[in-house]
C-alpha cells in the first residue's frame, strides 16, 4: 500500500526481483526481493508482472521510523511478552 511497481525503464526507483504474487480479487500482492531482502507489495491489478521480473520500486509516501523499543518492560500498553520456553 505504501509501494509502487513501475517499468524498470520507467522510473528512477530501486530495481527489485519479483518472486511470487497473489491475485486478491481486485489487487494482487507481489513478493519482491531488493538488495537481498524481500518485500511485499499490495498493488492494483493494472500491469502484471511475473515472477523473475524486474521492477522499479517506489514509495508513494514518505517513510515513517519508528524508535525500537529494547525490553518487553519498555512495550506499549496491551503488548504480549515472548513466551517462556520450557527446558
Avoid at 25 to 32: E, F, K, N, P, S
Avoid at 54 to 82: I, K, W
Wanted: charge should be negative; proline fraction near 8%; hydrophobic fraction near 30%.
Amino acid at each position: 500500500e505504501h509501494l509502487a511497481l513501475e517499468a524498470p525503464e520507467a522510473s528512477d526507483g530501486t530495481t527489485a526481483t519479483v518472486v511470487g504474487r497473489a491475485f486478491k480479487g481486485h489487487d494482487i500482492t507481489y513478493r519482491v526481493c531488493c538488495q537481498g531482502n524481500e518485500y511485499l507489495v499490495h498493488t492494483h491489478n493494472r500491469h502484471l508482472y511475473e515472477p523473475g521480473d524486474t521492477v522499479a520500486v517506489r514509495p508513494l509516501e514518505p517513510a515513517v521510523v519508528l524508535e525500537s523499543r529494547s525490553t518487553p518492560a519498555e512495550a506499549p500498553s496491551g503488548a504480549t511478552s515472548e513466551p517462556e520456553l520450557e527446558e
